[in-house]
T-cell receptor
Framework: DGGITQSPKYLFRKEGQNVTLSCEQN?????MYWYRQDPGQGLRLIYY???????QKGDIAEGYSVSREKKESFPLTVTSAQKNPTAFYLC????????????FGQGTRLTVV | GDSVTQMEGPVTLSEEACLTI???????????LFWYVQYPGEGLQLLLK?????DKGSNKGFEATYRKETTSFHLEKGSVQVSDSAVYFC??????????FGTGTRLQVTL
C-alpha cells in the first residue's frame, strides 16, 4: 500500500537532547512538509522541501533541522535549541507544483521529560 | 503572504442539525482550496477540494464551493452525525507549493 509513515508514534526526550523524527513516503511525491500542532492549535509549518537536496524554512524553523537526501525520506531533528518542543508533529507529502492535495502521516507525539 | 481564516470553535450541534464552518482566504494568484479532517490522535485526511473558481468539492455529505469574489470556501453539511465529531481544517496551496492551514474548528455532535 502506498502511503506516508511516521515513526515513532510516541517519543520521549530529556531536556538538552537532540531527537530525530522519521518520515518516509512511497508515493513518489516530490514535495514533503513538516508541521507542528500544539493542543487546541492549528498547524504551523516548520520546513518544507520541493525536491531532493533542497528545502526551505517555514514559519517556525528555529530549533529544528531537516535533510532531504532521498526522495522518499524527510527526517526532522528537534535540537536542544528548541525551547518548547513538546507537541504533535505531522509529516506530509504532495506531488508538488501547487494544486494537488497533501497526504499526511499519523503523527509523532513528542514529550520532553 | 498566503493566509486562511476560519471560524473559531468549538461548534456543538445535535445530530441531524445543519453545519456551516466559515473559511476565508488571502492569496496571490489562483490557489487550490481544501478541507481536511482530523480525528483524535491521528493525522489529517483530505475531506474535499476545489481547484478553480466556482468548483464545488463534495464528499461524505460535506460540500464547499470555491467563491473567488468573496475569497471564501465554507464547509456545509445538511445533517451531521455523531461520527462527524472531529477537527476540521481549511487550507490552500498557493505560491511555491506551500500548504497553508487555518487554525482548525472543533465540531462536537451530540445525540
Amino acid at each position: 500500500d502506498g502511503g506516508i509513515t511516521q515513526s515513532p508514534k510516541y517519543l520521549f526526550r530529556k531536556e538538552g537532547q537532540n531527537v530525530t523524527l522519521s518520515c518516509e513516503q512511497n508515493l513518489n511525491h516530490d514535495a514533503m512538509y513538516w508541521y507542528r500542532q500544539d493542543p487546541g492549535q492549528g498547524l504551523r509549518l516548520i520546513y518544507y522541501s520541493q525536491i531532493v537536496n533542497d528545502f526551505q524554512k517555514g514559519d517556525i524553523a528555529e530549533g529544528y533541522s531537516v535533510s532531504r537526501e532521498k526522495k522518499e525520506s524527510f527526517p526532522l531533528t528537534v535540537t536542544s535549541a528548541q525551547k518548547n518542543p513538546t507537541a504533535f508533529y505531522l509529516c506530509a507529502s504532495s506531488i508538488g507544483g501547487g494544486g494537488p492535495e497533501a497526504f499526511f502521516g499519523q503523527g509523532t507525539r513528542l514529550t520532553v521529560v | 503572504g498566503d493566509s486562511v481564516t476560519q471560524m473559531e470553535g468549538p461548534v456543538t450541534l445535535s445530530e441531524e442539525a445543519c453545519l456551516t464552518i466559515n473559511c476565508t482566504y488571502t492569496a496571490t494568484g489562483y490557489p487550490s482550496l481544501f478541507w481536511y479532517v482530523q480525528y483524535p490522535g491521528e493525522g489529517l485526511q483530505l475531506l474535499l477540494k476545489a481547484t478553480k473558481a466556482d468548483d464545488k468539492g463534495s464528499n461524505k455529505g460535506f460540500e464547499a464551493t470555491y467563491r473567488k469574489e468573496t475569497t471564501s470556501f465554507h464547509l456545509e453539511k445538511g445533517s451531521v452525525q455523531v461520527s462527524d465529531s472531529a477537527v476540521y481544517f481549511c487550507a490552500l496551496t498557493g505560491t511555491a507549493s506551500k500548504l497553508t492551514f487555518g487554525t482548525g474548528t472543533r465540531l462536537q455532535v451530540t445525540l
